[in-house]
T-cell receptor
Framework: GAGVSQSPSNKVTEKGKDVELRCDPI?????LYWYRQSLGQGLEFLIY????????KSGLPSDRFSAERTGGSVSTLTIQRTQQEDSAVYLC??????????????FGPGTRLTVL | DAKTTQPNSMESNEEEPVHLPCNHS???????IHWYRQLPSQGPEYVIH???SNVNNRMASLAIAEDRKSSTLILHRATLRDAAVYYC????????????FGKGTKLTVNP
């Protein structure tokens, strides 16, 4: 079946502009995660959605970052007033049984964001 | 979450077995050991997981020490496609659902 898809695959923007990154999870997966991977920081958690529960936003680095998940499916990560340090690969993952310790996360290919 | 320690890099030759170690000396009884790998320019992918017993699947085997303070991911016959960064991650029963990635081990496979 279809895996996790993300768009765009690449995004180049100017400092100060807003960007939106999209994630389509695997159909039926109740959990959706955003991570980012930058050269200096490795892979770090940003935010987690599970069903109708309040999202876990504990990994968002600043209030310029926000995310929403509409209808329990597609998610959009928004970065306002982008800074050069926001340049990274933004990865989305989804899973079917997030509350089970043996749960597997399935990752998308990522969106490479470059802030000039 | 308990921490893991992995070598920064390892090298192997094609068609030879590869043993990727992971130390997790502070592991608790409810921590599961998960392995993911990240091929170049791709998102991470699940490899295998286990609790106490050794595990096998089509991708790899996971050998867990009796005291659970270390584990080894075994690729029985490395191929060029196995060149990736391998992450050893602990997940706690009832704990956070997020994955906490360390720096992993970069595996180079020589033809």
């Amino acid at each position: 079946g279809a895996g996790v898809s993300q768009s765009p695959s690449n995004k180049v923007t100017e400092k100060g502009k807003d960007v939106e990154l999209r994630c389509d999870p695997i159909s039926g997966h109740t959990a959706l995660y955003w991570y980012r991977q930058s050269l200096g920081q490795g892979l770090e958690f940003l935010i987690y959605f599970q069903g109708n529960s309040a999202p876990d936003k504990s990994g968002l680095p600043s209030d310029r970052f926000s995310a929403e998940r509409t209808g329990g499916s597609v998610s959009t990560l928004t970065i306002q007033r982008t800074q050069q340090e926001d340049s990274a690969v933004y990865l989305c993952a989804s899973s079917a049984f997030p509350l089970q310790v043996a749960d597997t996360q399935y990752f998308g290919p990522g969106t490479r964001l470059t802030v000039l | 979450d308990a921490k893991t320690t992995q070598p920064n890099s390892m090298e192997s030759n094609e068609e030879e077995p590869v043993h990727l170690p992971c130390n997790h000396s502070t592991i608790s009884g409810t921590d599961y050991i998960h392995w993911y790998r990240q091929l170049p320019s791709q998102g991470p992918e699940y490899v295998i997981h286990g609790l106490t017993s050794n595990v096998n699947n089509r991708m790899a085997s996971l050998a867990i020490a009796e005291d659970r303070k270390s584990s080894t991911l075994i690729l029985h016959r490395a191929t060029l496609r196995d060149a990736a960064v391998y992450y050893c991650i602990l997940k706690t029963q009832g704990g956070s659902e997020k994955l906490v990635f360390g720096k992993g081990t970069k595996l180079t496979v020589n033809p």
